[in-house]
């Protein structure tokens, strides 16, 4: 089955920039696939039709082969979301954060009490749930709405630049929670700068540029269809940088004792 299906979707927005340009994609069910592409390529658009957010001026979107567009009720279910930019109540607690966010998806409350305790434990804010969120710092937000995203357990996670600016040990630990979780069934929809790290972790990837997907595959194939050695390069080569590979950046030669 497949999880999310884009099928020839636009954007255009008031102000008459077209963010979206007849994109079309298929998730399979199970799937980890990464959306990358330049700041502006119209990523968070395409995130934000998919989770309600926004309107699409054309096309379908089907989650779980729910209409996404006319009945997002239907489709919301199987959805979690970690936005880029941490849409918080301040005025919360953390334990409330999640434990409010499954009552609005409807979960009884003994499960929401479980499925709180198993979260925070996870995310490694037991510590912390008592705290306001605004006392938060960055890297404990960036767990909460991790967090918050899973509360449900949706079939499909989408997260939206998980690792922009998070230290090295929260970077690996969110790694190798969602390819545990990936590994568990749930499919994983990705955006992120970082092209090491769509390499590691994603099964295909979807190359975004000014609201058009440009190229689709595995890494291996991509950077076999630029001729390159790796996803990066792949990327420059897609965006006409390719003077910039690390493959150009002279090793230091070691300074003798
Ligand atoms: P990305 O997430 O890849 O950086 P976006 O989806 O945010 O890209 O933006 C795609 C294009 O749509 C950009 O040209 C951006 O300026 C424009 N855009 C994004 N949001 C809006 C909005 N609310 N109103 C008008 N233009 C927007």
């Known amino acids: 089955m497949k999880a999310l299906d884009i099928t020839d979707l636009e954007k255009r927005y008031p102000n008459g920039v077209e963010a ?3 994109v079309s994609l ?11 592409g330049p700041n502006g390529a119209g990523k968070s658009t395409l995130i934000h039709c998919t989770t309600g957010l926004a309107q699409p ?4 979107i ?3 082969e729910n209409d996404a567009i006319g009945h997002y009720a239907e489709a ?4 979690g979301l970690a936005p880029q930019e941490p849409n918080i109540d301040w005025f919360l607690t953390v334990e409330e954060t999640l434990d409010y966010h ?13 499925r709180t305790e198993e979260l925070l434990e996870t995310f490694s804010l037991t510590e912390k749930k008592d705290e306001r969120t605004r006392t938060l710092s960055g890297g404990m937000k960036r767990r909460l709405i991790l967090a918050r995203a899973m509360m449900h357990r949706p079939r499909l996670l989408i997260l939206d630049e998980p690792t922009a600016g998070v230290d090295v040990e929260l970077r690996l630990e969110l790694w190798h929670y969602v390819q545990k979780i990936n590994q568990e069934g749930t499919t994983i929809l990705l955006t992120t700068h970082y092209l090491e790290e769509a390499e590691q972790l994603c099964d295909r990837i979807a ?9 689709e595959g595995t890494s291996e194939a991509l950077a076999e269809r630029f001729d390159v050695a790796n996803l990066e390069d792949a ?6 940088r390719g003077e910039l590979s690390r493959s150009h950046i002279e090793v230091t030669p070691e300074v003798e004792a």
Not at 235 to 240: E, H, I, N, R, T
């Open 57 to 60: 001026t054309g096309g379908s």
């Open 235 to 240: 990327y420059l080569a897609l965006v006409g």
């Open 76 to 79: 919301r279910q199987a959805v």
């Open 62 to 64: 089907e989650i779980f």
């Open 26 to 36: 298929e998730i399979e069910e199970g799937e980890f696939f990464g959306l990358l």
């Open 102 to 114: 499954a009552g609005y998806f409807g979960m009884p409350r003994r499960e929401r009490r479980e």
């Open 207 to 215: 190359f975004i540029a000014e609201g058009q997907i440009v190229a």
């Open 20 to 22: 979206l340009r007849s």
